[in-house]
């Protein structure tokens, strides 16, 4: 079993910048992919963007230029960096692990954090 601790969510006005970070501890033999995805209100849970194991990112169209993807190997950490906000990037924000624990390759996802942009 694989747990994501979410944190750095919250109030930011449009414009400003915020950093959400995630830890994930448990049966770990290797991490895949990492990444953050988005649900808004009234939306689908949609791709924010991904990182693999390598260091390759990919990101939505939406978010391109304004948020960046990092993560820590020794730390099993994943972070995004969301700068230039705008009203329109409120939503919970999900983490997600690929995970190989040893016994398997699963999917984790994370309990989700509220980011909140006023205009």
């Known amino acids: 079993q694989v747990q994501l601790v979410e944190s750095g969510g919250g109030l930011v006005q449009a414009g400003g910048s915020l950093r959400l970070s995630c830890v994930a501890s448990?049966?770990?033999?290797?991490?895949?992919?990492m990444g953050w995805f988005r649900q808004a209100p009234g939306k689908q849970r949609e791709l924010v963007g991904v990182?693999?194991?390598?260091?390759?990112?990919n990101y939505a169209d939406s978010v391109k230029g304004r948020f960046t993807i990092s993560r820590d190997n020794s730390k099993n950490t994943v972070y995004l960096q969301m700068n230039t906000v705008k009203p329109e990037d409120t939503a919970v924000y999900y983490c997600y692990v690929n995970v190989n624990t040893g016994r398997g390759v699963y999917d984790y996802w994370g309990q989700g954090t509220q980011v909140t942009v006023s205009s």
């Open positions: 448990g049966s770990i033999y290797s991490m895949n992919v």
């Open positions: 990182i693999t194991s390598g260091g390759s990112t």
